[in-house]
C-alpha cells in the first residue's frame, strides 16, 4: 500500500521559513520523480516544485528564489524548504509521487502565512 505523508505545515509570519516534509513508503522511491503542490482556497492545484529521480529540480516562477525542494533516497523522504514566504503562499500543500495524471498523493498539510 503507498503511503505519502506530509508534514511541517503550520502558521508563520510573513518573512518566516518553514520545512516541510513527505515520507514515502509501499514505492521504490528512489526511481520516482516526487512533486510538491499547492491548492489555495477557491484555487486549482498548481506546481510548486518537483525534483525528478536523478535530482534535476524546477520551480514555479512564484516560488524561484524562496523555496528549495530536495530528496534523501535513504529516508524516502522529499523535502520543500520554504523562505520568505508571502500571505499569498498560504494553501494546502500536496506531495506527489510519479506525476500528475497516474500517481500518487499525499493528504496534505496546511500552511498559512499570516500576521
Known amino acids: 500500500q503507498v503511503q505519502l505523508v506530509e508534514s511541517g505545515g503550520g502558521l508563520v509570519q510573513p518573512g518566516g521559513s518553514l520545512r516541510l516534509s513527505c515520507a514515502a513508503s509501499?514505492?521504490?522511491?528512489?526511481?520516482?520523480?516526487m512533486g510538491w503542490y499547492r491548492q489555495a482556497p477557491g484555487q486549482q492545484r498548481e506546481l510548486v516544485a518537483r525534483?525528478?529521480?536523478?535530482?534535476?529540480?524546477n520551480y514555479a516562477d512564484s516560488v524561484k528564489g524562496r523555496f528549495t525542494i530536495s530528496r534523501d533516497n535513504a529516508e524516502n523522504t522529499v523535502y520543500l524548504e520554504m523562505t520568505s514566504l508571502k500571505p499569498e503562499d498560504t494553501a494546502v500543500y500536496y506531495c506527489?509521487?510519479?506525476?500528475?495524471?497516474?500517481?500518487?498523493w499525499g493528504k496534505g498539510t496546511l500552511v498559512t502565512v499570516s500576521s
Open positions: 506527489n509521487a510519479g506525476g500528475v495524471a497516474m500517481g500518487y
Open positions: 509501499g514505492i521504490t522511491f528512489s526511481i520516482y520523480n
Open positions: 525534483i525528478t529521480s536523478g535530482g534535476s529540480t
